[in-house]
């Protein structure tokens, strides 16, 4: 084996792979010490050194160099096989692990590349030396992809998959958009404008709070561009999502009101041992402050890192009120010292149930047993108010299913009984309807006699007429109507009719 062949073989691999020699001479040695087992055998004791300087191997058995026509025999073309897979397996991982390191160290950095295919709801970025991944959860909702876009995103998570390296990225995370401002802003990646905190739904809205060490320079008017050229490149890239970029200030009560713009702030109250900031805006600014379906408060209380809640006036003095008198009912709770708590921005029994004890003595003065016992009863409040929410959610979500079920339902298999007053409701409908069909079958009959004397008295002009009356009333089974158009007002039938009417009631009165 000539070494200045060695030397140009690791120079080449070093050059086209960027793995650092060292692994390659490391890789080179262990396939000759491969193919030396192979020659000798796993009995004697082998050892391979390769000069770096002048690129001779030195092959060592049982202590003993071997020459280099041993060497040259123990490389054969079968053994040369063997150390050509050796060399390129250790070749593979030493790439391998260079690539991940390398993206390992870019890890929430940006990358660019194009689309290669698309696979389901996942797409193939070529990125050079290896393709990411972007997932379908990780894209903005409602972007798509073609092959051969441009698409730009940050790297979320490297991983090894064998001898291949996983790349995962994505366009949602928070950092995309620092990203984005470091390329588009050159204050903000020369570190004189300084992103201090960012919240953000993706694909919908985005505040950034920005900062400046050179009180000259309108840090928000230099995010924003002239004609806001900068801010647009930046929302073209994020699909049109909305980004608000807030002034940012050390002291809450300046940037509790700034993060929640649009919407005009009255008052800001901190609530520190909570972590809480009540925030009261007059009523017509309550819906901007909130925002559409709280978006607007719940990426304000993201970004300066408390939690915020929105009131008006009103409404506090409500909550006050109520709590007050909720917090005076547990044992041990003075008035006094619930007006202390509720001033503290304490609400409910959930929030008295998860204050330390050490606070709650200082507050009311109380005995490590008494703060115990008042945390105990705010626990069992609070479980039994959650257990009372939560039924009126499965109410609401299914009124067929929480309605109570009737205790006077008859069970399966059970004989139902009426009650007296369905059976004497009953009774009576039977009998006047068997009254009913009496009378209707009397009128009947009596209407076909007097029809008939009619027919036989009457003029030959009224024949027709009177046949046809007729034919209407054996159509229409005796009905009332057919009587009133076939008999004469004053006829005795309709005395009769009447007659067997009001004897039909009289019956069906002496029987009820």
């Known amino acids: 084996?000539?070494?200045?062949?060695?030397?140009?073989?690791?120079?080449?691999?070093?050059?086209?792979?960027?793995?650092?020699?060292?692994?390659?001479?490391?890789?080179?040695?262990?396939?000759?010490?491969?193919?030396?087992?192979?020659?000798?055998?796993?009995?004697?004791?082998?050892?391979?050194?390769?000069?770096?300087?002048?690129?001779?191997?030195?092959?060592?058995?049982?202590?003993?160099?071997?020459?280099?026509?041993?060497?040259?025999?123990?490389?054969?073309?079968v053994a040369a096989q063997t150390a050509k897979q050796v060399m390129i397996q250790k070749i593979r991982e030493a790439e391998r692990d260079t690539v991940f390191d390398e993206y390992m160290e870019m890890q929430y950095q940006s990358v660019s590349g194009t689309v290669s295919r698309v696979e389901g709801g996942a797409v193939l970025i070529n990125l050079g030396k290896i393709e990411g991944i972007l997932p379908r959860g990780e894209q903005i909702p409602g972007e798509s992809f073609r092959v051969g876009d441009r698409v730009r995103a940050v790297v979320l998570d490297v991983?090894?998959?064998?001898?291949?390296?996983?790349?995962?990225?994505?366009?949602?995370?928070?950092?995309?958009?620092?990203?984005?401002?470091?390329?588009?802003?050159p204050e903000v990646a020369d570190r004189i404008i300084d992103v201090r905190s960012l919240a953000r739904e993706a694909g919908y809205r985005s505040k950034v709070a920005v900062s400046c060490i050179d009180s000259s320079i309108d840090c928000v008017g230099a995010c924003v561009g002239m004609r806001g050229a900068r801010i647009k490149n930046i929302v073209d890239e994020l699909a049109g999502e909305r980004i608000d970029i807030v002034r940012w200030n050390?002291?809450?009560?300046?940037?509790?009101?700034?993060?929640?713009?649009?919407?005009?702030?009255?008052?800001?109250?901190?609530?520190?041992?909570?972590?809480?900031?009540?925030?009261?805006?007059?009523?017509?600014?309550?819906?901007?402050?909130?925002?559409?379906?709280?978006?607007?408060?719940?990426?304000?209380?993201?970004?300066?890192?408390?939690?915020?809640?929105?009131?008006?006036?009103?409404?506090?003095?409500?909550?006050?009120?109520?709590?007050?008198?909720?917090?005076?009912?547990?044992?041990?709770?003075?008035?006094?010292?619930?007006?202390?708590l509720v001033s503290q921005g304490f609400f409910s029994y959930y929030d008295l149930s998860v204050i330390e004890p050490d606070q709650l003595a200082e507050l009311g003065g109380l005995?490590?047993?008494?703060?115990?016992?008042?945390?105990?009863?705010?626990?069992?409040?609070?479980?039994?108010?959650?257990?009372?929410e939560e039924a009126m959610r499965i109410a609401q979500k299914n009124p067929a299913a929480a309605a109570p079920q009737s205790t006077d339902q008859p069970q399966a298999g059970a004989e139902v009984q009426p009650e007296p007053d369905?059976?004497?409701?009953?009774?009576?409908?039977?009998?006047?309807?068997?009254?009913?069909?009496?009378?209707?079958?009397?009128?009947?009959?009596?209407?076909?006699?007097?029809?008939?004397?009619?027919?036989?008295?009457?003029?030959?002009?009224?024949?027709?007429?009177?046949?046809?009356?007729?034919?209407?009333?054996?159509?229409?089974?005796?009905?009332?109507?057919?009587?009133?158009?076939?008999?004469?007002?004053?006829?005795?039938?309709?005395?009769?009719?009447v007659n067997v009417e009001n004897s039909a009631e009289e019956s069906t009165e002496k029987q009820e």
Do not use: Y
């Open 422 to 497: 369905v059976v004497e409701a009953e009774t009576e409908a039977e009998t006047e309807a068997e009254v009913e069909s009496e009378v209707e079958s009397e009128v009947e009959s009596e209407v076909e006699s007097e029809v008939e004397s009619e027919v036989e008295n009457s003029a030959v002009a009224e024949n027709e007429e009177v046949e046809e009356t007729a034919v209407d009333v054996n159509d229409t089974e005796g009905t009332t109507e057919a009587d009133e158009t076939t008999v004469p007002e004053e006829s005795p039938v309709e005395e009769q009719a």
């Open 159 to 185: 991983r090894k998959a064998g001898s291949r390296v996983k790349v995962i990225l994505s366009r949602t995370h928070p950092d995309m958009v620092r990203r984005l401002f470091e390329l588009e802003i």
């Open 1 to 77: 084996m000539d070494g200045k062949e060695v030397l140009r073989i690791v120079d080449a691999i070093q050059r086209d792979k960027s793995i650092d020699k060292e692994i390659v001479f490391g890789g080179i040695e262990q396939a000759i010490l491969s193919a030396a087992r192979r020659h000798f055998g796993d009995e004697h004791e082998l050892s391979v050194d390769i000069d770096r300087d002048t690129g001779e191997p030195t092959v060592l058995c049982d202590g003993d160099k071997l020459g280099k026509d041993i060497l040259g025999e123990i490389l054969g073309r």
């Open 367 to 388: 005995t490590a047993e008494q703060c115990e016992q008042i945390v105990e009863v705010a626990d069992r409040e609070s479980e039994r108010v959650e257990a009372e």
């Open 250 to 340: 050390d002291s809450l009560q300046v940037l509790v009101p700034n993060s929640l713009q649009p919407a005009e702030v009255e008052d800001v109250i901190l609530c520190p041992m909570l972590g809480r900031v009540i925030v009261l805006v007059r009523d017509d600014q309550l819906p901007l402050a909130i925002g559409r379906k709280g978006q607007n408060v719940r990426l304000a209380s993201k970004l300066v890192g408390w939690d915020i809640e929105v009131m008006t006036q009103t409404e506090l003095d409500e909550q006050l009120d109520k709590t007050v008198e909720a917090f005076s009912s547990i044992p041990g709770v003075s008035e006094e010292l619930a007006e202390s």
